[in-house]
């Protein structure tokens, strides 16, 4: 048998030290081994969800889109009892999506955790003018609104770790469950600063305690984001009675506006199962865009940033503007 293998340097048992010469390839005939890679680079679809990401983050970056503004000024609790499924990153990066397409947003972080404070780069450290305030001492929130890092028109109250004892302190006091909406009312109204505002939204904590209530009675509109993954519709029943409630008794405008589906992961059945499932209970109040699970949009927060602004052609980001589009879309239509 003829040996193939090419002269050059080999090892004691003859094995070729380098390794082989690319051969002749069927797939690009006549092309050398540089020519070839680039061929191959150009036809694979590596270049088209590129040249995608790359286009959208042009677009963001230049607000060259503008989203409608809506009919009536929109105030929307971010809300979901069980933890860790998206209220928080939902309502910074629908904020910032907003604020970078033209409308003028308000943040208010509810939570003690203050995580929405962190990604908008707003500080919140202890002793900082906050939520708190509004709440407890009823400080009107234009003495303490902040702007947010590095994005226009939007603002952010933070939150701080004093807002833990909030809850408590709120159930001695009078109006203890309208104290989020007289504060929003009095910076909304005509000629006060906040009279611009386009959207307001409420990032709510894991709990459907005082702070959530005052948050639903603040606004109109409920968004419950929903983790795509097996145990999401686990405790919805409970939020949804709580809506009902504050509807009935306090707020009769209330309803649930919007479900998101996040951390949509599309290597799994489940999430598509899950998806399924809540869009066959929840119909139309469902977004069309399901936000996928992403290291790029958990990474943001660390960087003291949204997704939408920290890596605007991610796949998150992306997903964010369109959820943010869906929305206003909606509004405007109204
Ligand atoms: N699409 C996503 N892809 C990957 N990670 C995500 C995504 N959305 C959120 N996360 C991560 O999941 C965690 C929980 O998200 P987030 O803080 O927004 O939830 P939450 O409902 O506000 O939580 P909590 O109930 O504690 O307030 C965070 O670490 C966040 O970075
Ligand atoms: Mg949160």
Request: charged share 20%; hydrophobic share 40%.
């Amino acid at each position: 048998m003829t040996d193939i293998r090419p002269a050059g340097p080999t090892w004691s048992d003859g094995t070729p030290a380098m390794p082989a010469a690319l051969g002749p390839d069927p797939t690009y005939p006549g092309l050398g081994p540089a020519e070839r890679l680039r061929t191959a680079l150009q036809d694979s679809d590596m270049g088209t969800p590129i040249g995608e990401q790359a286009a959208a983050a042009v677009r963001v970056r230049s607000g060259s889109e503008v989203f409608p503004t809506p009919v009536h000024r929109r105030v929307i609790t971010v809300a979901n009892q069980k933890g860790g499924v998206g209220k928080t990153t939902s309502t910074v990066n629908l904020a910032v999506a907003l604020a970078l397409h033209g409308r003028t947003v308000l943040v208010i972080d509810l939570d003690p955790q203050g995580n929405a404070s962190t990604a908008l780069g707003v500080p919140h450290n202890s002793g900082v003018p906050d939520v708190y305030d509004v709440l407890v001492e009823s400080t009107p929130i234009a003495d303490l609104v902040q702007l947010a890092a590095g994005v226009p028109r939007l603002r952010c109250v933070p939150a701080t770790i004093d807002l833990a004892g909030a809850e408590i302190e709120l159930v001695s006091m009078v109006a203890r469950e309208t104290r989020l909406q007289r504060a929003i009312v009095a910076y909304c109204a005509p000629g006060a600063p906040g009279e611009d505002v386009d959207y307001v939204l409420v990032d709510c904590p894991p709990s459907l305690g005082l702070l959530t209530v005052n948050a639903m009675v603040a606004t109109t509109e409920v968004l419950i984001p929903i983790q795509c993954e097996y145990y999401a519709l686990e405790g919805l029943g409970q939020l949804l009675r709580s809506v009902d409630l504050v509807k009935a008794h306090l707020n009769p405008s209330l309803s649930v506006s919007t479900i998101l589906l996040t951390m949509h992961d599309a290597r799994t059945k489940l999430a598509d199962q899950v998806a399924e499932e809540v869009r066959g209970h929840f119909g139309d109040t469902v977004l069309a865009t399901m936000i996928p699970r992403s290291v790029r949009v958990s990474e943001a927060p660390g960087y003291g940033q949204s997704v939408v602004t920290y890596d605007p052609g991610s796949r998150g980001a992306m997903a964010y503007v369109d959820a943010a589009r869906e929305i206003a879309v909606r509004g405007a239509a109204r």
